[in-house]
């Protein structure tokens, strides 16, 4: 089942300005991360926080984390044509043996006009 | 460094037939392993992870299964596809708690 679930789908913005995307979730987490995927390609990690972090710096990544509201945002910085991509959050919930299991959204659609 | 490697790239099968698709991890030992399929447009399912040689976790029951013969191997194998196994299949590594490392992935269709 869906743990992540991603606002907006989809993001269409000029070069340059900032970027939001946000991730709601259901259940208690360990850590939650956000992942980037171009088009027919596989994800890339972008940035971890834990579930006792509020903020967490990654160039011009921002992630805050709110575990009260179970919601996270994704803020990119001076966009740049080079950023269209999709953007998944993941939530991490133990599995034991130092294994974890990731839940992904359904992903923010960002489309980064030049 | 860590590489994973996912074979083939792209694949299209008729209904009915087998698959197998392989994932490999170099320059690490003992990772947990992980199968994932994207259906268009759709976020991530996950479908098998893996702790170690023969350990395998289903998440979803499903016409497929998983194998893991050796520590950096993973093998996701039907004995008959459906239509409905058409999709975008993802393999990753991870050790501890940090971010997944994903291979470049298998684009399945089933015709």
């Known amino acids: 089942s869906q743990q992540g679930e991603e606002d907006p789908q989809a993001l269409s913005i000029q070069e340059g300005e900032n970027a939001t995307m946000n991730c709601s979730y259901k259940t208690s987490i360990n850590n939650l991360q956000w992942y980037r995927q171009n088009s027919g390609r596989g994800l890339v990690h972008l940035i971890l926080i834990r579930s006792n972090e509020r903020e967490k710096h990654s160039g011009r990544l921002r992630v805050t984390l709110d575990t009260s509201k179970k919601s996270s945002s994704l803020l990119i910085t001076a966009s740049r044509a080079a950023d269209t991509a999709s953007y998944f959050c993941a939530t991490a919930r133990g599995g034991g043996a130092g294994s974890y299991q990731l839940t992904f959204g359904k992903g923010t659609k960002l489309s980064v006009i030049p | 460094s860590q590489t994973i490697h996912q074979w083939p790239a792209t694949l299209v099968q008729p209904v009915g037939s087998p698959l197998s698709l392989e994932c490999t991890v170099e320059g690490t030992s003992n990772p947990n392993l992980y199968w994932y399929r994207q259906a268009a447009g759709r976020g991530l399912q996950l479908l098998f992870y893996s702790v170690g040689i023969g350990q395998i976790s289903s998440e979803v029951p499903q016409n497929l299964s998983a194998s893991r013969p050796q520590d950096r191997q993973f093998i996701l194998s039907s004995k008959k596809l459906l239509l409905s196994d058409s999709g975008f299949y993802l393999c990753?590594?991870?050790?501890?708690?940090?971010?997944?490392?994903f291979g470049s992935g298998t684009r399945l269709t089933v015709v």
């Open positions: 990753a590594w991870s050790a501890g708690y940090y971010g997944y490392t």
